[in-house]
């Protein structure tokens, strides 16, 4: 009698029935991924599942019979019986016990193994069913998970640690400020030859007291930046200034610093003035700091060039020198607190090294990028971008005399601007006309001006609006917090529903409140847009020329070198494409790229761009490998390139 028919007659079961149970048994045993296996009293296989006998390289029944002692390893086998013992002896499972084992493809790996006790009908033990799970990913995310505890516990200590250390450099440099002061001015007094005559040598001694306490001083101010920096209590006070303006306030002196190593300085600078927003102390001490390092590492006789240059959505000034130029080991550590690359003799000592990382965090803190190109014996490229924005540089001369009467008062003034972007293209879309649409957006503000209920800022409001560029300004005088909050909220909400409704896409708008600075202007200064400083300001959205797609796909880059790259977009628009690579390319350089767009793989794409802009990216933990995030512009994209992409953008929108 078979083993189904005794279970047929001792439970009364129908043969159909157990012919199906004993299929969701096969079935159990056949599909599951965990080894499953019975053995008897002697540790002989009675039945394996697929699984455990695919591990082994066999099939199910050629494993009946066999013990642990035919497939494996003595000291394991061993191991394996001592434990099918212990369960066997004392009726106790063993539950989920982990161990490391080696497969017999040689990879080591982690498992569970659950054995327990197998009883016939009398309550006699015969053997054991053992179950075995691999959880190697299992035991690898649990070492992740305390290694990464593990690494945050030493971050945490390391950034309690680092805070200490900005607070003890705080406390000690605001203490040396007073005494350094006090000293350099009593040497003055003494160098100013106020307490009595000097001769001479004794001047000789004291100015260079005086040029050490000033060097003394600047390293004090640079520690005290740092722990600024890195308490994140630096804070930065905005200002609208033309960037030109900005650059050439220091140009007299550096020229004349240069003069004296026979170094050539020149000065780039845009036709038309370039309002940005920025603190103006801070990036006047990033210019100074790039500015002062080409002169100290340009030889006598050399060329240093000052840039500034308006890219699509940024401004960048560059400093490019033909000095010593940087190794490329040492280009990696250029940016570090107290580091110095300098190899020439007597320069290395001269400060401690924290020009350059300060001036990296002012530009991180202005949401810019800065990055170097450098070869040793050749010389240098420093560049730093800012954001551009736009507001006052639409301000004709009748609302500037305007404007600086009611300062003069000491009106506060406030402005709101919108500014519609790539507008030649705008206005060619546009199915209102351009005139209308600014008819209309007067409209709303006069309807805007009334639910503020204020006769006096109707009067007052002045409005300037620029159909040929896309821009229209308000500048409202007078106007309270609480007033200018209430008009900018019904502003956005009513321009909003007015784009909606005309299915207007693609406007940046700019709500500010701006106030003039506490100086009063003489009758003989004039409006300048430079004195303003912001006091609060709401971006609607990253100002951008054209709209910006994320795109994934496949690039290759033609390097000079006749080498060719094979990376990957992050973006794309109709003015270029931004990508990653491995190797730093140099600004303004001439590549050409070829790619396709994942719907279309047979239609390439093939133009030639222009590095505008460079960002390192920061590694991911664990890895040292440098990539570089870039961004290039179209100088040479055929027709049929064109309009295929812009069909392409316009479907992803």
């Not at 900018?488 to 003039?516: A, C, P």
């Not at 040292?624 to 040479?636: P, R, T």
Request: contains cysteine; glycine residues 4%; positive net charge.
């Amino acid at each position: 009698m078979n083993k189904i028919t005794r279970l047929k007659h001792s439970k009364n079961m129908s043969f159909k029935e157990l012919k199906d149970n004993y299929q969701l048994l096969r079935d159990l045993m056949d599909f599951i991924p965990d080894v499953i296996y019975f053995k008897d009293r002697k540790g002989r296989f009675i039945m394996v599942n697929q699984a455990h006998a695919k591990g082994l390289g066999v099939k199910p029944e050629a494993l009946v019979g066999k013990t642990d002692f035919d497939l494996f390893q003595k000291h394991r086998a061993r191991k394996m019986v001592q434990d099918d013992a212990q369960v066997m002896k004392t009726g106790k499972p063993m539950i989920d016990r982990v161990e490391r084992a080696t497969r017999p493809d040689g990879v080591d790996n982690y498992v569970s193994t659950t054995k327990i006790p197998r009883y016939d009908n009398k309550g006699k033990v015969i053997g054991l069913i053992g179950i075995t799970r691999d959880i190697t990913r299992r035991m690898q995310f649990e070492r992740l998970r305390k290694d990464k505890l593990s690494i945050e516990r030493k971050l945490e200590a390391l950034e309690e640690l680092s805070a200490m250390k900005s607070e003890f450099i705080s406390t000690v440099s605001h203490e040396l400020r007073t005494p350094l002061a006090v000293i350099k001015q009593l040497v003055t007094i003494v160098f100013n030859e106020v307490v009595g005559q000097i001769n001479h040598k004794q001047k000789e001694v004291l100015q260079k007291t005086l040029d050490n306490t000033e060097r003394l001083r600047k390293i004090i101010d640079d520690l005290l930046d740092v722990s600024r920096i890195e308490r994140n209590t630096l804070k930065l006070h905005y200002s609208l200034v033309d960037i030109a303006d900005l650059v050439k306030d220091s140009a007299s002196f550096f020229t004349e610093l240069a003069a004296e190593k026979s170094i050539s300085l020149e000065y780039s600078y845009p036709k038309k003035p370039v309002n940005i927003f920025i603190d103006v102390d801070r990036i006047r001490q990033v210019i100074y700091n790039l500015i002062s390092n080409a002169i100290k590492f340009t030889m006598d006789g050399g060329k240093i060039k000052v840039e500034v240059r308006v890219l699509e959505s940024k401004v960048r000034i560059g400093v490019i020198d033909n000095g010593i130029g940087i190794s490329k080991s040492d280009l990696l550590l250029v940016f570090n607190k107290f580091t110095q690359v300098s190899k020439i003799e007597g320069v290395e000592n001269k400060g401690v090294g924290l020009g350059l990382s300060i001036s990296k965090k002012l530009v991180e803190r202005h949401k810019g990028d800065i990055w170097v190109e450098s070869k040793l014996g050749v010389g240098s490229k420093f560049y730093f971008t800012l954001l551009r924005f736009y507001t006052l540089d639409m301000l004709d001369k009748t609302i500037r005399d305007k404007v600086s009467s009611l300062i003069k008062k000491g009106v506060s003034i406030y402005f709101v601007s919108l500014l519609i972007l790539n507008f030649n293209e705008f206005k060619r879309r546009l199915k209102i006309g351009a005139k209308i649409l600014f008819k209309d957006l007067h409209a709303i503000l006069d309807l805007s001006l009334k639910e503020v209920q204020s006769n006096n800022l109707n009067k007052q409001t002045m409005a300037v609006i620029n159909p040929k560029v896309g821009k229209f300004s308000i500048v409202l005088p007078g106007a309270t917090d609480r007033q200018v909050v209430k008009i900018s909220n019904l502003l956005k909400l009513k321009i909003k529903e007015y784009f909606i409704s005309n299915k207007i896409e693609d406007v940046f708008i700019t709500i500010g409140t701006l106030s003039y600075s506490q100086k009063i202007l003489s009758h003989d200064e004039k409006f300048s847009a430079s004195r303003f400083s912001i006091k609060e300001i709401y971006i609607g959205s990253e100002m951008r020329r054209f709209k910006r797609v994320s795109l994934k796909t496949s690039i290759k880059l033609y390097l000079p070198d006749k080498k060719v790259e094979l990376t990957e977009s992050i973006d794309l628009s109709i003015g270029g494409i931004c990508l990653t690579i491995r190797d730093l390319l140099k600004t303004d350089s001439q590549l050409r790229v070829s790619f396709f767009l994942p719907e279309n793989k047979k239609f390439i794409i093939s133009a030639r761009v222009r590095v505008a802009w460079i960002r390192k990216i920061r590694p991911f933990f664990g890895k040292d490998v440098d990539k570089y995030k870039v961004g290039l512009e179209f100088i040479s994209l055929e027709d049929k390139y064109r309009k295929f992409i812009a069909s392409k953008l316009s479907s992803m929108l």
